[in-house]
């Protein structure tokens, strides 16, 4: 069934969030008033199959939890970020290097990477929807 395919999806992302003690859950009440004000940010789920490369076979259901961040306020409650993506030229020339020199290759998915940064101030978000 789709549906319960995206809540154990949902369930397994939540799962690797505390595993990794990326959060702690607490009440508003518990929560400094100068700290509330506009800084709870609201989340976002993105749902995704991910099929079988050139046919339609389901290999995998995914989803991923996000901050909303058309809540943020310049100079309130962001600053500048920064995260490296690769351009495509790049990664074809590396794979044409590796062919070429007979080289051996890999690759490496670094799940959840984004969350495990070190930052130096508490952010507050809602519990994600289910």
Known sequence: DYH???LKA???ELEDYSSQHHWSIHLHSSIPLHKLK?????TVWSMKRKCMLGTRQILKY???LYTNGSQQTENVN???TYSPVVKWLSVRIM???TVIEDLHSRSVDFVLAYPQADIDVDIYMELPPV
Do not use: P, Q
């Open 95 to 97: 794979l044409t290097l």
């Open 62 to 64: 995914k989803a991923r």
């Open 10 to 12: 949902m369930s397994a």
């Open 78 to 80: 962001y600053w500048d």
């Open 4 to 6: 319960a395919e995206l």
């Open 38 to 42: 506009d800084n709870i940010i609201s």
